[in-house]
């Protein structure tokens, strides 16, 4: 019987899709799975308001991991075990390089949402994450003030790759780049990472890190599939993912992810 004790899932990409809806077969059974004993929580680039929906209907009560790591919060008291932000004025340090950059950044701040405009990229993400974005009517005041937890930087693959290499110098002391889709490039506090939440939620559950399952498809995903006692990529995962990762999800036509976790956890969700 397996040992495993805490399965942690990424949801865009991993549990979610394009068409950002739930398998109501995989919800079914992380619920049984919960009410079985079984920690199961997520871990995402989104901000609360946009994930909530998602740990309510798996039932998930294990504390969530939020912004890739930069937020864990107990999603039943609402409690923050830590949270972390950017050093406080550096979203303007950088704003020459990207502002005239062909992207769409976001900034998140006290689990708000903010824009320097309201382009069709930024009003279709607000749709796709059921939130709002407000627009900053003075970047340079708004932006030298506050702590913001991250910065999102939407853009063509190929532009988000010249800007990764433009904003590497100016931030690499004080934050560190990611990308948590082919075409999102984040911004994210020194030292933070899914990996590093994920210690923080084990601990807090002590339960130890090679009794955790993380499941994951992209980039910033890594440090947590490396952290876990067993790392799972997702079949659509760029190569160094898969690479990194101890497993590898079927197909959804050979059963999906659930069909893995059914026979790694089948105390839990078979």
Not at 70 to 84: K, Y
Request: proline share 9%.
């Amino acid at each position: 019987m397996s040992s495993f004790e805490l399965v942690v899932l990424d949801l865009d990409g991993t549990i979610l899709d394009r068409s950002l809806t739930l398998d109501p077969a995989l919800v079914t059974a992380v619920r049984r799975a919960v009410e079985r004993g079984c920690a199961v929580t997520l871990a995402t680039g989104r901000m609360p308001a946009a994930t909530r929906p998602y740990w309510e209907r798996l039932g998930v009560r294990a504390p969530v991991i939020l912004y890739n790591g930069a937020l864990v919060r107990d999603p039943g008291t609402g409690e923050n075990l830590c949270m972390t932000g950017l050093p406080p004025g550096l979203p303007w340090e950088i704003y020459p390089i990207y502002a005239n950059a062909p992207v769409h950044p976001l900034f998140y701040r006290d689990d708000a949402l903010y824009c320097l405009e309201l382009t069709h990229p930024v009003r279709t993400y607000c749709q796709e994450m059921g939130v709002t974005a407000e627009t900053i009517a003075d970047p340079a005041s708004f932006l030298k003030a506050g702590s913001f937890i991250k910065c999102l930087f939407m853009g063509h693959p190929a532009d988000l790759a010249t800007l990764r290499a433009e904003l590497g110098p100016a931030t690499d002391a004080a934050g560190r780049l990611v990308l948590s889709r082919t075409d999102y490039l984040e911004l994210l506090p020194r030292g933070v990472s899914k990996g590093e939440a994920l210690r923080v939620v084990a601990d807090h559950l002590a339960i130890p890190l090679a009794r955790a399952i993380a499941v994951g498809d992209q980039e910033n995903d890594l440090e947590m599939i490396r952290a876990a006692g067993l790392g799972i990529a997702m079949p659509t995962s760029p190569p160094n993912v898969r690479a990194g990762a101890d497993r590898v999800a079927p197909s959804p036509g050979a059963g999906g992810l659930l069909a893995l976790l059914t026979e790694i956890c089948p105390q839990y969700f078979a």
